[in-house]
């Protein structure tokens, strides 16, 4: 496929794909083309990295009492990981640029220490957040083929850092529904997600600002929600939120979209002709953290 294609298309093209053999190539045009938009791809990352650091120890590493980068600088260290990600979709885990993110994650993490644990509990959320999302709204958007693929083409960013994975889906499902008994909450995870909160507001100029909150807080869920102290969405914004949603998905599954697209044009320096990895990753300058409005 070149240039635009709009969502028959892709839906076409992505259902003539193995979702085991060609799981890169489908994951780029779902998670990548198809529903890659921005406002989508950076709440569902939100709301994954919300529940990443409900576990006690994954929050300490990201917090590290207040000078973390995240606390410093939310959305650069937001953007940083998205392009990480979105290079990672655009050429998949096995390219030798796909390598080069998956070399360049693992030289980050190498810093503090993280267990395979954790590692792997991160990888879940990337797996099964989406689905979590969209099941708690009782919203279906991708195919069991997309399913099947996106859950082939983490595992295989997983295995090529080295993780011990759980044999098959259920297993990993299991294994996550097990390590979630220890989320807690903890006053450095719920200060990183009040972060993760302004950084969202990006999507709300002016009087819509007032919205962004309580969308949020929809998505987030109401168990992650209670982990983190967080308060209930508006009774109105339950009641019409997941109709919104769905018409939102709907407009992005339907429209034409670029088939070379990817969330890295969203998110990687916009005065780079090309998304440099070993750029990104390093910790902001010491300074208080700030979102532009």
């Known amino acids: 496929m070149n240039g635009l294609a709009g969502g028959r298309g892709l839906a ?13 190539a489908i994951t780029h045009l779902s ?61 998949g885990h096995s390219s030798e640029a796909g390598r080069r993110v998956i070399d360049r994650m693992e030289e980050i ?25 969209l099941g ?9 083929a997309e ?19 759980p044999p098959g889906r259920q297993e990993f499902l299991d294994w996550i529904g ?16 009040d972060q993760l909160f302004l950084d969202w507001h990006r999507w709300f100029p002016g009087p819509a ?25 508006p009774a109105a914004m339950r009641k019409a939120g997941p109709g919104l949603v769905s018409a939102y998905l709907g407009l992005q599954g339907a429209r034409p979209h670029h088939v070379d697209r990817s969330w890295s044009d969203h998110f990687a320096d916009p005065h780079a002709s090309t998304a440099d990895i070993a750029r990104y990753g390093h910790q902001p300058p010491e300074r208080k953290a700030t979102v532009a409005s």
């Open 31 to 91: 998670l990548g083309v198809r529903y890659g938009d921005a406002m989508f791809v950076h709440g569902a990352y939100t709301v994954a990295f919300a529940r990443q650091v409900a576990s006690p120890s994954i929050a300490r590493i990201v917090y590290r009492t207040g000078t973390g980068d995240l606390m410093r600088d939310v959305r650069r260290r937001n953007d940083h990981t998205l392009v990480f990600f979105g290079e990672l979709i655009r050429h």
């Open 136 to 144: 708690e709204l009782g919203l279906s958007v991708f195919t069991e």
């Open 12 to 24: 076409a093209a992505i259902a003539a794909l193995d979702p085991v053999r060609d799981n890169e």
């Open 147 to 165: 399913d099947v693929a996106h859950y082939r083409f983490w595992r295989g960013v997983g295995e090529r850092m080295g993780l011990e994975i």
């Open 109 to 133: 993490h190498a810093r503090f220490g993280i267990t395979g644990e954790d590692k792997l509990f991160t990888l879940g959320s990337l797996i099964f957040e989406p689905a979590r999302i």
């Open 209 to 233: 600002r007032r919205l962004a909150a309580p969308s949020l807080l929809l998505l987030i869920g109401r168990q992650l929600r209670e982990v983190h102290r967080l308060p209930e969405p």
């Open 178 to 193: 097990g390590y979630e008994q220890r989320l807690a909450f903890t006053d450095g995870g719920r200060a990183l997600v």
